[in-house]
């Protein structure tokens, strides 16, 4: 027994550092051959080869392999899930788990505007969620945004600036999305003709009822990701009927996940980085009877909602329905033009040849973790900015196999050349720091000033971040996240109000110096309490800070008590004695948003756009959704229902 493992299971990120404890640990008590302890001396041998046969062969046990198996046993299909892994999970495990989708009980009603609670799913009645100021103004441009066709040439001569609603917004739309827009205005209209009467009588925006529809999260999709390749050459957006399709199928979601067990927050519709609105939803965890013993066992966070629900309600639907982990899919199986099966390796080199009856579902995820194939088709990206010492948040095991198989198979890709990169990561390891940018100012290290909207898209804010960042510590783009300590962190945020060396500081604004000199910055500490008493005013005062401006503000950086309407008491603000919660952080690659090409009905198409028979794809491992950039929270909504799409597509097809 020794060290000598791949990873810590069910501990990635923190694999490295429990394998050094127990190297220390090992030392301290007197291991003195520390080389065969620490080497890898477990001998694997092949078993017999594996042939089997199963309705659907699921690739990659994340979450759209999880959906995909789910929806096939509940349409009555055995399933094969093959994972590389050696446990079920992806990237889905490590996410933070919160989906965008509008959930309408608890948002502005049309045909009950002054109702203040909703019946949720479960039949309970829940207070409807407040708009959060800036949201209105936001409302107004989308229904000034001109009706023409978008008009790229505009672009040709002036630069495209991601994320500047403002001057997008006189440029047209793209015609796939006009008759969104035009039915958006009518629903944004409606909600004006409530709201602006009360804002003129003094009601505080975030005294309203949130508007919030499908059709706005299907624009914002649209233009949260139209963007234009860095040579200027080419655009990219969103499919309509991709993007509609899973934004509107998303609806159902939560109750699908609740009927195998799932528990969700039921009552808030937060944001998260890049999210461009408030409609995230969070699990909680789920109450399933795993052990077959009438009794429902409790798991906690991600792994119950989005890993024990699903598994076991497939799991348990038939006998022969079964998850291999530590087995690598390699090759998909074609015979007289059909997918028809998958060859995989075991751990131990046993050679597995499943067979699909009806179909087989690529649920490989993206390939952020492959820094070469990233670097590669890169079409967005300064290389300056992108290149092979970019970290990333994924787990190692997202290289992008799924397309390398569907490619061999003729499957079209699209959408390749873009990567997005969060800019919210831990210096030390590229690993995501979780957050939002609405309650936050960042801070660029040199002036002491903000230098980005922190609400916008995470490309506009990675790039704010490597033009105004500093290099520290081998990492380009660092730049000062400063929020108020008390402001939570939204998703499964690690740490409480300590100092995590190298990550977080909680500190007053005076004893923001000694922290800053201590880690190599020399930012002007006077010029940094200028910019956030300008930006905190601006909030109390309902405008806009003198430096740059922002769309949405849900908190303020110093102390300062509210109002039961929930306006500020602008006489007790403080920024002194507020504890401030400090973070250095940067960039580093997170999703791609390229993948291969799939009809709504994830079918995987080649490159004439025809039907690979039996083959299906579901996840990141798809492109043609996102555009150039996806917006927080859009992944794990989009990876559910395009598991359970393919499902039913399998079904529908045979
Ligand atoms: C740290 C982090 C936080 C995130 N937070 C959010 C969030 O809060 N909200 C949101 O919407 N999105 C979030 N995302 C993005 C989102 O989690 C992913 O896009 C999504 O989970 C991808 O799901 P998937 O099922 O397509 O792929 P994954 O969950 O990554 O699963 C793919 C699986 O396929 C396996 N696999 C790969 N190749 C093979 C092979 N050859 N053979 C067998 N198995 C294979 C992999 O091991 C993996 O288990 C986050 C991503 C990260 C990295």
Redesign the pocket.
Known sequence: NGTGVDAVSGATFSSKALKDAVNDAAEQAGVTNKDAFTSNTVETKAQDPIEDTWDVVV?????????AAAQAAQNGDSVLV????AE?????????????SVMPYLVWDPSDPDATTGKGYDGNEYNKVKSVQGCIDELKTILNWSEEPFDEDYYKDHEYVAGDIEELSKHGVVADYLPTLQALKKEIQAYLDWAQPKLDAGTPESDLTLFSTVNLHIFQTYYGGLRQSADKSSWIYGDVDLVSQFIEDGQDLKPWLEDMGSTFVEDTQPT?IGALWYR?NQFIGADVDTDGDGQKEEYKGRWGTYFVAPMTSFLNANDHNQIMTR????ELIQEDGRVSGVK?TMYDGTEVTAHAKKGVVL????Y?ANIKKVVETNEYWDPEYLNEKTE????G???G??IT?AEAVGAATTGMGYTQL?PISWVDNG??A?GGGDYAVYINPTTGKRFVDETSERDVLSLGEFRNGIEWNGHKGVFIEIANAATPIP?PYPYQDEDEDGRQYVRTIGELADLLKEEGFDTDVETIKATIEDYDQAIINGTQPADVSKKQFSALIGDCEKNDDGSYKADTYNLDDAKLRIRFLAPST??TMGGVAVDTKRHVLDADGKVIDGLYA????TGGIHGGN?L????????FVS?RTAANAITEDN
Do not use: P
């Open positions: 690739v990659g046990g994340g979450g759209a392999g999880m959906a093959i994972e590389k892994n079920v999970g992806g990237n889905t495990l490590v996410s933070g788990g919160q989906y965008q998260l995230e087995t690598t899919a390699e995989a649920a490989t995820g993206g952020a990333t948040t994924n787990r095991s997202l290289q196999d799924g198989m969060m690993d995501l979780f998703g997170h999703h579901a996840g990141e491992v996806r927080g929270g859009n992944a794990i909504t989009e990876i598991g």
